[in-house]
């Protein structure tokens, strides 16, 4: 009899562990939840071309802490590169982000269509840091431009939600801007 149960117990577990397989399997692969927090100052940049050819493209950039949003722990850096920066609907910019992300497993590079919108009402982080824009991006093609180590050759999608603090920024080399910005990139 205790063989029995034994075997039932070894069959059930080999049928959890099939399944969870099979159900990551079916999710499409790793999730990264990355938090890009902290306040960088403007520096000029280049990006990997955003249309056709193969010319780099201008951009300014802000180097920040990367932090693993699921336990806080600072798992890196990241640059995040705007170009193409115009003015969009009430009041706001359409710009393209490129986003590098520094990690020990490798470097990850994402891009997408981001809006940036100034707040409605105060809104301040839980660090104290006030905020004056809403910022955001996602699409269902992949926004994987590039990666070494874990990540070379991966696709993927990501969604940005971010928060900024823009009060101090002109647009002048050398003027920060503080960043609370969450990234869910899903990769293939």
């Known amino acids: 009899m205790k063989v029995k149960t034994v075997i039932m117990v070894c069959i059930s577990i080999c049928l959890c562990f099939s399944f969870s397989s099979y159900a990551a399997g079916k999710a499409g692969g790793k999730i990264l939840v990355l938090n890009l927090v902290g306040s ?6 280049k990006v990997p071309a ?12 802000f180097d920040v802490d990367l932090v693993n949003a699921k336990n806080g722990q600072k798992i890196g850096t990241a ?12 009041g706001g910019k359409a710009l393209v982000g490129t986003s590098y992300f520094y990690m020990h497993q490798g470097m990850l590079i994402t891009r997408g269509r981001t809006t940036v919108q100034p707040t409605n ?28 180590g874990r990540f070379a050759g991966r696709t993927g999608t990501v ?5 900024v603090d823009m009060s101090a920024f002109d647009g002048n080399v050398g003027d920060p801007i503080a960043f609370d910005c969450l990234f869910v990139i899903t990769l293939d």
Do not use: F, W
């Open 40 to 45: 960088g100052e403007m520096y000029l940049g």
């Open 50 to 61: 955003i249309g056709e050819g193969e010319e780099e493209d201008d951009a300014i950039c």
């Open 79 to 90: 640059t995040d590169c705007l170009s193409e920066v115009s003015d969009g609907d009430m």
């Open 121 to 148: 009402h105060d809104i301040v982080t839980t660090s104290g840091q006030m905020i004056t824009h809403i910022t955001g991006a996602a699409g269902t093609d992949n926004a994987i431009i590039g990666g070494t």
């Open 159 to 163: 969604r940005l939600s971010g928060l």
